[in-house]
């Protein structure tokens, strides 16, 4: 097994989460000021009840020449702080 590494969500003070959890997601939400609209469709619970239902992945592949896709899972603009909200 593969252990899944911390993450700390400045929103959280300071908790390290170490999967996705209701508060996890909570924590997230409040940090980027977005509305939580995972959780006002119920959150964990509702995602555990469509995923016992079966799903079929879609996929769509494709390449951001401009910025090598940064936006989609690592810190852009390069340049900002650690610290900055995903906006």
Do not use: R
Not at 58 to 72: C, E, F, P, T
Request: net charge negative.
């Amino acid at each position: 097994m593969i252990d899944t590494p911390k993450a700390t969500v400045p929103a959280s003070t300071g908790k390290e989460f170490d999967s996705i959890t209701d508060e996890f997601c909570d924590a997230a939400y409040a940090w980027n000021k977005d509305p939580n609209d995972f959780k006002a469709k119920g959150g964990m619970k509702q995602m555990s009840s469509a995923l016992s239902s079966g799903m079929t992945l879609v996929m769509s592949i494709w390449d951001d020449h401009d910025v090598n896709m940064l936006w989609l899972d690592s810190k852009y603009p390069t340049d900002a702080a650690d610290d900055t909200p995903m906006v």
